[in-house]
């Protein structure tokens, strides 16, 4: 179950496609081919193959298809890989009308519906479709076992506890297609607690229903593979908390939309770093460091540079037959590391400064001992004193207050307190964010908490489990998110005893035993989250253990991005019940 | 048959040999009574910690695969409180030999620390550490999915390759039904275009005997256009202008600024806005060479055609029923741009560097592996070499002439951008590290080659040598092509230092291929 494996079948497939009835006299002249994209596969492609690749294929013209002002090339064989919406349906008819080349291969990355598809055929009176077709990728693949939408939350929503109608329907093909490219036909599971998870678990229940001759005609798995969907709301304080990994601070401090990291707002950068391409499919420094800590990162950079000025020695002294034959085999990959380097310098760099210049290992250490301490003094004079900082943003003030209070809420004089000085530092905007966020989720996570203490033995449990996968971290990474519970479920081969619900009620979760696991998060997956997953997917690779997960969600979401979909949502009532 | 709890696989406990004898057991570990099997299960796994290393777990396993006969070697499956014991045919698992077996994954030694196990599928001996996933089985060990299948260990090969386990990539053509759909809507099509194009035809035929008739008349511009206009009339019948209100193509109510016209072919009422081109006025003469394939007639009749200075007025609807398929097919028997025919040699060129890299490697590989002192090594490896170089500065050169071709549009434009970028890359991977090598074992080699090739003339070659010389000179002589064009065009700008260049590669090529002619002789073409 690696998506990039996916990736690349869907686009060997596209890019080297044979169909029969090709006009023959096209290929003769020439093997040039050209690629028409949407906005939506445009993303697909970028986030999982090269422009170096595509030349390979002999794509050596890329566009977007609502260009209207493209050239026609008639000698040209056109691959269309579309997104079977509105728009691009109509852009399409729009270049049928009119074939700007001599041969079309249309491809979707979803179910086409009839309808769509007879209107396209109407208009070819031309003949020069030869071949269309469904492939399943509707979704990005952000690493090689996680996937997300990329669906804002304000599209999404309507309010906290409603779907909009076509955020839904989104969602729910767009989740179809991962099923479908991995070939699974699951059992589907959901958030007891979430309204909208259960929604989209009957939902998509229905849509595999009615498709299961068609699409779902899987052989079938002794144990069949299990989705498992789960509310942002459930764990809320995961995407709250500074992240201290490598793909995630770059997320959080710089951002990086469609593999690619925009530098150029970093004082004195170098121009050809303005803009880089970062991937764990073709850069291997950044697949081995992508989930370590700030402090082993900067450990592995250092070794890598030194690894470099060992590997430029090896390019000066060639004498012997033996020398030839290493260089051969590693003047490719040397070539590769010095472009690398500057580019991963320059990344660390630029986290360095945004961490020294906001604050954020005082707020961050602050953030930890908040989210895994009980409601203590200590913290909460350390809380008064960074509040009051005069140099912090008082974005993170915020933020702390917001930890603090689904935390420790119940202590109301203190919250009471924490308001109060809130009001002197943050500006009215941010004050009713505060109050929103306390109001959506201040009460829900009391409700949760205190149950749960008071059955000392399965808070026991918890905490061991805890134990087990954290005894390695440091201060700044003591906060585990809630998803470790469901994977160290998996790992003891058995269905989560809490916290998810199975839809179909025939199955007995005690004799249930999945072996393949979809993990969808409502709301936005946190990178924190895809380094649980991806540590237990290692484990797995390493002893051959007997479950794989891979992740995603409606998004990748940052700390700021999260309150402010607290906010994007024009409130309700939190309690409708 | 799968309410067995589906984390206790393979046998985990000594005491399950006495499933069914007994409901109360008795823990191994501290003697507590528990009352039942699964019960002690989880009882040995809270409590004592046991998991699958624990060596008691070894020895029970071991002791059932070497028994082979164990009247209970499916003690494995624990689900058995009510339904029964599942009896698996052991035949097909293997019999450990004393202190010999090895893992079949990891190769160890199998003893009672490690385990030893049989793969309940394949029956091949396992450590326990690589016999630990779960699979269902019938009772004679093979993958069943059904309710008959039950949860036993299983080695991860045959856990990996579970039908649909490593499944992806699911796509579904949907070209049939694109062209069912096609076919009935283009048959009307078809039907349409055909009568458009007989009305074309007349209509044009008709214009043209009109002018022939009149072409030696004075007053021929006052004779023709009336008598034209009977002609357009009695070809289709031309809707009422009075009831069409709005455009028939682009529905836009008419009005002072929006005039009717009728469209010659099909009589519909419609606009002839710029913005939207419903319809347009197109010269005879233009219609004619857009359709050469229609019978005109008497055309030669006519003596100054090119006078013939008649107008049609068509719609879109119908000049696309007519004009838009043979546009397509004309534009397809266009010419080649220059870049792209271009591109097919670099193409070729690339396609013969990379058949070659192959064998550079395993000259090197022969040579590193043998005696580097061996001399005809280390000439074949420094002549392919050298080919490989004289292949990628071809390469180079034809990559910088694509790069300084001018273009005619943006999307030319774009592909000369695209082939650069390719060309670059490729000449970086391949040329660069060969270039870098150092000419320790660059004697030039032409003359010992000779001598060679005319030892080997009198040799009877193989039929595969004889098609590897074959395939040689086939890329030589499109190199010497290549280069000859090449030649002429520096001649011709006078770049002299590069035509000199080219001309002692033209050397070096014409010399191999006179090489391999004389290697080949006979078998040559």
């Given at each position: 179950m690696n998506l990039f494996t996916v990736g690349d079948f869907y686009?060997?497939?596209?890019?080297?496609?044979?169909?029969?009835?090709?006009?023959?006299?096209?290929?003769?002249?020439?093997?040039?081919?050209?690629?028409?994209?949407?906005?939506?596969?445009?993303?697909?492609?970028?986030?999982?193959?090269?422009?170096?690749?595509?030349?390979?294929?002999?794509?050596?013209?890329?566009?977007?298809?609502?260009?209207?002002?493209?050239?026609?090339?008639?000698?040209?064989?056109?691959?269309?890989?579309?997104?079977?919406?509105?728009?691009?349906?109509?852009?399409?008819?729009?270049?049928?009308?009119?074939?700007?080349?001599?041969?079309?291969?249309?491809?979707?990355?979803?179910?086409?519906?009839?309808?769509?598809?007879?209107?396209?055929?109407?208009?070819?009176?031309?003949?020069?479709?030869?071949?269309?077709?469904?492939?399943?990728?509707?979704?990005?693949?952000?690493?090689?076992?996680?996937?997300?939408?990329?669906?804002?939350?304000y599209n999404l929503l309507q309010n906290q506890l409603v779907w909009d109608p076509k955020g839904l329907q989104e969602t729910t093909s767009g989740l179809m297609s991962l099923l479908l490219s991995l070939k699974l036909n699951p059992t589907i599971s959901y958030d007891p607690n979430s309204k909208l998870c259960q929604k989209l678990a009957k939902d998509l229940e229905y849509e595999v229903k009615t498709n299961e001759r068609q699409l779902f005609d899987f052989p079938v798995r002794d144990s069949n593979p299990l989705l498992v969907l789960l509310d942002r709301k459930s764990d809320p304080l995961t995407p709250l908390l500074q992240p201290w990994t490598y793909q995630s601070m770059i997320n959080e401090y710089i951002g990086i939309k469609r593999n690619l990291v925009d530098l150029s707002s970093v004082p004195n950068i170098d121009p050809d770093l303005k803009q880089v391409v970062l991937s764990s499919k073709q850069d291997k420094f950044f697949k081995d460091?992508?989930?370590?800590?700030?402090?082993?990162?900067?450990?592995?950079?250092?070794?890598?540079?030194?690894?470099?000025?060992?590997?430029?020695?090896?390019?000066?002294?060639?004498?012997?037959?033996?020398?030839?034959?290493?260089?051969?085999?590693?003047?490719?990959?040397?070539?590769?590391?010095?472009?690398?380097?500057?580019?991963?310098?320059?990344?660390?760099?630029?986290?360095?400064?945004?961490?020294?210049?906001k604050n954020i290992w005082e707020v961050s250490e602050l953030e930890q001992n908040l989210s895994s301490h009980d409601d203590n003094n200590d913290d909460f004079a350390e809380l008064k004193r960074i509040l009051s900082l005069p140099n912090l943003e008082s974005y993170y003030k915020l933020k702390?207050?917001?930890?603090?209070?689904?935390?420790?809420?119940?202590?109301?004089?203190?919250?009471?307190?924490?308001?109060?000085?809130?009001?002197?530092?943050?500006?009215?905007?941010?004050?009713?964010?505060?109050?929103?966020?306390?109001?959506?989720?201040?009460?829900?996570?009391?409700?949760?908490?205190?149950?749960?203490?008071?059955?000392?033995?399965?808070?026991?449990?918890?905490?061991?489990?805890?134990?087990?996968?954290?005894?390695?971290?440091?201060?700044?990474?003591?906060?585990?998110?809630?998803?470790?519970?469901?994977?160290?479920?998996?790992?003891?081969?058995?269905?989560?005893?809490?916290?998810?619900?199975?839809?179909?009620?025939?199955?007995?979760?005690?004799?249930?035993?999945?072996?393949?696991?979809?993990?969808?998060?409502?709301?936005?997956?946190?990178?924190?989250?895809?380094?649980?997953?991806h540590q237990f997917n290692e484990k797995y690779s390493q002893n051959k253990g007997n479950c794989r997960v891979i992740i995603g969600g409606t998004s990748i979401i940052t700390t700021e991005q999260f309150l402010t979909d607290v906010s994007a949502i024009k409130d309700k009532p939190v309690d409708l019940l | 048959m799968t309410e067995g709890d589906g984390r206790l696989l393979g046998s985990e406990s000594p005491i399950n040999e006495n499933v069914g004898h007994s409901q109360v057991v008795t823990c191994p570990v501290c003697g507590k009574e528990v009352k039942s099997l699964r019960k002690l299960n989880a009882h040995l796994d809270n409590v004592h910690g046991f998991n699958d290393k624990h060596a008691s777990d070894v020895e029970s396993s071991r002791e059932s695969s070497v028994v082979g006969l164990n009247t209970h070697p499916q003690?494995?499956?624990?689900?058995?409180?009510?339904?029964?014991?599942?009896?698996?045919?052991?035949?097909?698992?293997?019999?450990?030999?004393?202190?010999?077996?090895?893992?079949?994954?990891?190769?160890?030694?199998?003893?009672?620390?490690?385990?030893?196990?049989?793969c309940r599928k394949c029956g091949?001996?396992?450590?326990?550490?690589?016999?630990?996933?779960?699979?269902?089985?019938?009772?004679?060990?093979?993958?069943?999915?059904?309710?008959?299948?039950?949860?036993?260990?299983?080695c991860n090969t045959c856990y990996t390759s579970r039908e649909g386990y490593n499944d992806f990539g699911l796509s579904k053509d949907v070209t049939s039904a694109f062209k069912r759909i096609r076919n009935t809507k283009n048959e009307d099509g078809e039907l349409i275009s055909l009568q458009l194009e007989n009305r074309l035809l007349r209509l044009i035929n008709g214009i043209i005997k009109i002018n022939v008739r009149h072409q030696y008349?004075?007053?021929?511009?006052?004779?023709?256009?009336?008598?034209?206009?009977?002609?357009?009339?009695?070809?289709?019948?031309?809707?009422?202008?009075?009831?069409?209100?709005?455009?028939?193509?682009?529905?836009?109510?008419?009005?002072?600024?929006?005039?009717?016209?009728?469209?010659?072919?099909?009589?519909?009422?419609?606009?002839?806005?710029?913005?939207?081109?419903?319809?347009?006025?197109?010269?005879?003469?233009?219609?004619?060479?857009?359709?050469?394939?229609?019978?005109?007639?008497?055309?030669?009749?006519?003596?100054?055609?090119?006078q013939l200075s008649a107008d049609i007025r068509a719609c879109s609807s119908c000049l696309r029923y007519v004009f838009a398929h043979r546009k397509l097919q004309f534009n397809k028997t266009l010419q080649l741009p220059e870049i792209l025919k271009q591109y097919e040699n670099l193409h070729n060129l690339e396609m013969i560097v990379v058949n070659?890299?192959?064998?550079?490697?395993?000259?090197?590989?022969?040579?590193?592996?043998?005696?580097?002192?061996?001399?005809?090594?280390?000439?074949?490896?420094?002549?392919?070499?050298?080919?490989?170089?004289?292949?990628?500065?071809?390469?180079?050169?034809?990559?910088?002439?694509?790069?300084?071709?001018?273009?005619?549009?943006?999307?030319?434009?774009?592909?000369?951008?695209?082939?650069?970028?390719?060309?670059?890359?490729?000449?970086?991977?391949?040329?660069?590290?060969?270039?870098?090598?150092?000419?320790?074992?660059?004697?030039?080699?032409?003359?010992?080659?000779?001598?060679?090739?005319?030892?080997?003339?009198?040799n009877n070659l193989t039929i595969a040598e004889v098609k590897k010389y074959r395939e040689e000179l086939m890329v030589l002589r499109e190199q010497k092509y290549l280069v000859e064009n090449m030649l002429n065009s520096a001649a011709k700008e006078r770049r002299f230092e590069e035509a000199i260049s080219l001309k002692s590669n033209l050397l070096e090529i014409d010399m191999n291929i006179n090489d391999l002619e004389t290697k080949l002789g006979d078998e040559g073409f």
């Open positions: 686009i060997n497939r596209i890019a080297n496609f044979q169909s029969k009835s090709s006009d023959t006299s096209i290929q003769e002249k020439s093997r040039v081919k050209a690629l028409l994209l949407d906005n939506d596969t445009l993303s697909t492609i970028s986030m999982c193959t090269t422009q170096t690749e595509l030349l390979k294929h002999e794509i050596y013209l890329v566009d977007k298809l609502e260009n209207i002002h493209r050239d026609p090339m008639p000698h040209l064989k056109c691959l269309c890989y579309l997104k079977p919406t509105e728009d691009s349906i109509q852009n399409l008819l729009h270049e049928l009308q009119d074939p700007k080349y001599g041969e079309y291969q249309i491809f979707f990355n979803n179910q086409v519906s009839k309808s769509q598809l007879e209107r396209l055929a109407e208009r070819d009176d031309l003949e020069v479709v030869t071949h269309v077709e469904e492939v399943f990728q509707d979704y990005l693949i952000v690493n090689e076992d996680v996937f997300a939408l990329e669906i804002p939350l460091t992508m989930y370590m800590n700030f402090g082993d990162l900067a450990d592995k950079v250092k070794n890598y540079v030194t690894q470099y000025k060992t590997k430029a020695n090896i390019t000066k002294q060639i004498n012997t037959i033996e020398d030839i034959k290493e260089f051969i085999e590693k003047f490719p990959e040397f070539k590769k590391l010095s472009g690398n380097i500057s580019k991963h310098m320059a990344i660390v760099s630029e986290l360095d400064r945004q961490l020294q210049f702390l207050a917001c930890i603090f209070v689904l935390r420790h809420g119940r202590n109301e004089s203190r919250v009471t307190e924490l308001e109060n000085l809130l009001r002197e530092q943050c500006d009215p905007t941010q004050i009713s964010l505060f109050f929103q966020f306390k109001q959506r989720y201040g009460n829900a996570f009391k409700k949760q908490k205190v149950p749960q203490d008071s059955d000392l033995i399965s808070g026991l449990t918890k905490k061991f489990n805890r134990l087990g996968s954290t005894a390695a971290e440091n201060v700044f990474m003591q906060h585990v998110p809630e998803l470790t519970t469901l994977l160290n479920d998996l790992d003891k081969n058995k269905f989560p005893q809490e916290g998810v619900k199975l839809l179909n009620q025939n199955i007995d979760p005690k004799t249930y035993m999945p072996q393949d696991v979809v993990i969808f998060i409502v709301g936005g997956l946190t990178i924190e989250e895809a380094r649980a997953v | 003690d494995t499956t624990l689900g058995s409180n009510n339904k029964g014991k599942i009896k698996m045919k052991t035949a097909h698992w293997k019999k450990p030999v004393d202190g010999k077996s090895v893992c079949f994954e990891c190769g160890h030694k199998l003893n009672a620390r490690n385990g030893l196990i049989n091949e001996l396992f450590c326990l550490n690589h016999c630990k996933n779960a699979i269902k089985l019938n009772e004679s060990g093979e993958y069943d999915t059904t309710t008959n299948g039950i949860w036993f260990k299983c008349s004075i007053l021929s511009a006052l004779r023709i256009k009336p008598e034209i206009s009977n002609l357009e009339r009695s070809i289709v019948e031309w809707k009422d202008d009075q009831v069409a209100l709005k455009c028939d193509i682009c529905s836009q109510p008419f009005g002072l600024l929006m005039r009717k016209h009728h469209c010659r072919l099909c009589g519909l009422v419609v606009c002839d806005r710029e913005t939207s081109r419903c319809s347009s006025e197109i010269p005879v003469l233009n219609l004619m060479s857009a359709a050469p394939d229609l019978a005109f007639e008497n055309v030669e009749s006519l003596k100054a055609i090119s070659l890299l192959p064998r550079f490697k395993k000259a090197l590989e022969t040579l590193h592996d043998n005696h580097p002192s061996e001399k005809n090594a280390v000439h074949n490896l420094a002549h392919l070499r050298r080919k490989l170089l004289q292949n990628l500065a071809l390469y180079d050169k034809l990559s910088k002439r694509i790069v300084q071709l001018e273009v005619k549009s943006e999307a030319e434009n774009k592909v000369q951008r695209s082939i650069a970028l390719h060309a670059s890359a490729f000449i970086e991977e391949k040329m660069l590290p060969l270039k870098k090598i150092p000419e320790v074992l660059n004697p030039t080699t032409d003359k010992v080659e000779v001598t060679k090739s005319s030892d080997l003339l009198f």
